[in-house]
T-cell receptor, first 110, second 117 residues
Framework: DAKTTQPNSMESNEEEPVHLPCNHSTISGTDYIHWYRQLPSQGPEYVIHGLTSNVNNRMASLAIAEDRKSSTLILHRATLRDAAVYYCIKVSGNTGKLIFGQGTTLQVKP | NAGVTQTPKFQVLKTGQSMTLQCAQDMNHEYMSWYRQDPGMGLRLIHYSVGAGITDQGEVPNGYNVSRSTTEDFPLRLLSAAPSQTSVYFC????????????????FGPGTRLTVL
């Protein structure tokens, strides 16, 4: 089962919006899209997840394409604390297994 | 709530030794899992469990055993440690089977850094 595809790294300026893309062309109808982030020397931290509709929470927004083959994590105003590795993950609705890819390293410049 | 706790934080083993990494959660989560993360890499799933008495293999299960006798605990056993098992090990837990089959967010422990000489 193919993992998701993300750019290796991205840069952003502080207080500007950040759009982190993810391709998941082999997604099945029961797979959810989850995003986690990992700060240096810490375990991953949940950010957001969705199935078909766009989702918002206090941390971020998730925009899912109509064909579900891609999605975008949106951080509305990046802060220095948002510098981390962001993982886009397909999660089986049947098993709940998280299969991580390489992730995107986000650098935030002051 | 303490969340997900892992012990020990650090461990050094010699090749061939065995040991158990402990993981516990106090959130009454059905789903628990173990991952390893090698330097500069993403996490890889070792084993997971959808409830007490039920375990299954992930991406990289060889060399590791698990059991789930209680909801709270999910220990990971290294049978005969090898240098290739040098890694950071993360345990995670979550509720499972919410509406529509979605699995909720997984809560990760702080990790165990294991070195095998």
């Amino acid at each position: 089962d193919a993992k998701t595809t993300q750019p290796n790294s991205m840069e952003s300026n502080e207080e500007e919006p950040v759009h982190l893309p993810c391709n998941h062309s082999t997604i099945s109808g029961t797979d959810y899209i989850h995003w986690y982030r990992q700060l240096p020397s810490q375990g991953p931290e949940y950010v957001i997840h969705g199935l078909t509709s766009n989702v918002n929470n206090r941390m971020a927004s998730l925009a899912i394409a109509e064909d579900r083959k891609s999605s975008t994590l949106i951080l509305h105003r990046a802060t220095l604390r948002d510098a981390a590795v962001y993982y886009c993950i397909k999660v089986s609705g049947n098993t709940g297994k998280l299969i991580f890819g390489q992730g995107t390293t986000l650098q935030v410049k002051p | 709530n303490a969340g997900v706790t892992q012990t020990p934080k650090f461990q050094v083993l010699k090749t061939g030794q065995s040991m158990t990494l402990q993981c516990a959660q106090d959130m009454n989560h059905e789903y628990m899992s173990w991952y390893r993360q090698d330097p500069g890499m993403g996490l890889r799933l070792i084993h997971y469990s959808v409830g007490a008495g039920i375990t299954d293999q992930g991406e990289v299960p060889n060399g590791y055993n698990v059991s789930r006798s209680t909801t709270e605990d999910f220990p990971l056993r290294l049978l005969s440690a090898a240098p290739s098992q040098t890694s950071v090990y993360f345990c995670a837990s979550s509720y499972s089977g919410t509406s529509g089959g979605a699995f909720d967010e997984q809560f990760f422990g702080p990790g165990t850094r294991l070195t095998v000489l």
